[in-house]
């Protein structure tokens, strides 16, 4: 809103109005009174005023301002818009492999919850069996002279450190003694061949 100031020579809002107060100041009462009378010769002596060409002056150079900062939003538009699409972008994926973490841990607590200790068990029976197997059979080798000795020591060498390991195993799963019995530790000095050597 605009505000009178009573200061002489201020006009609204802070603008001097020195050149048009002196012109008044200095023109008689018949001219004043022409003037009076003469709106165009006023709206001339007001626009031709020192003030209202600083007014236009600053209104001009504003215009220009806005305007280049206008142009420099709609240069950076693309930017902020390919920006705004990443952001998007990188949440949507976030939640996606949000999901996909909460599928895959959903699947696994299944998987730890139905794989108990009997289980583990049943399946250590099998794979204890397939050795046995394979001890009966490296025996059969080597007394068929299929195999040399030092190959054979190596072989249940083998079968030895798979069974530690097994046997460890069972003790984390806390099974019980009776059950770790169904499991012997193969020694080598219990196959016949082996006694047969001491």
């Known amino acids: 809103m605009a505000v009178r100031n009573s200061n002489q020579g201020v006009g ?6 020195e050149n048009f107060h002196d012109k008044l100041v200095r023109m008689s009462k018949e001219d004043l009174e022409i003037l009076f009378n003469d709106n165009e010769k006023i709206r001339k002596m007001v626009v031709e005023s020192s003030s209202v060409k600083n007014l236009k002056s600053t209104k001009k150079s504003l215009m220009k301002s806005n305007k280049q900062k206008a142009a420099k939003n709609l240069e950076s538009e693309p930017k902020m818009e390919k920006i705004r699409e990443d952001l998007i972008a990188a949440h949507q994926e976030f939640n996606e492999t949000l999901k996909e ?30 050795e046995d197997e394979v001890s009966e059979q490296l025996q059969k080798n080597l007394l068929d002279k299929k195999i040399e000795l030092d ?9 030895l ?5 097994l046997m460890d195993i069972l003790a984390h799963l806390d099974v019980p003694i009776r059950n770790l019995a169904q499991y012997p530790t193969v020694v080598l000095v219990s196959t ?3 006694k047969s050597m001491l």
């Open 192 to 194: 016949p061949i082996c």
């Open 101 to 130: 973490y909460s599928s895959y841990k959903s699947k696994l607590d299944e998987i730890r919850g139905s794989f108990s200790a009997q289980t583990m068990l049943a399946l250590m029976k099998v794979a204890n069996a397939e």
């Open 161 to 165: 450190n798979w069974r530690i390991p």
């Open 151 to 159: 190959e054979f020591l190596t072989r249940m060498y083998e079968l």
């Open 12 to 17: 609204f809002n802070g603008a001097t109005m």
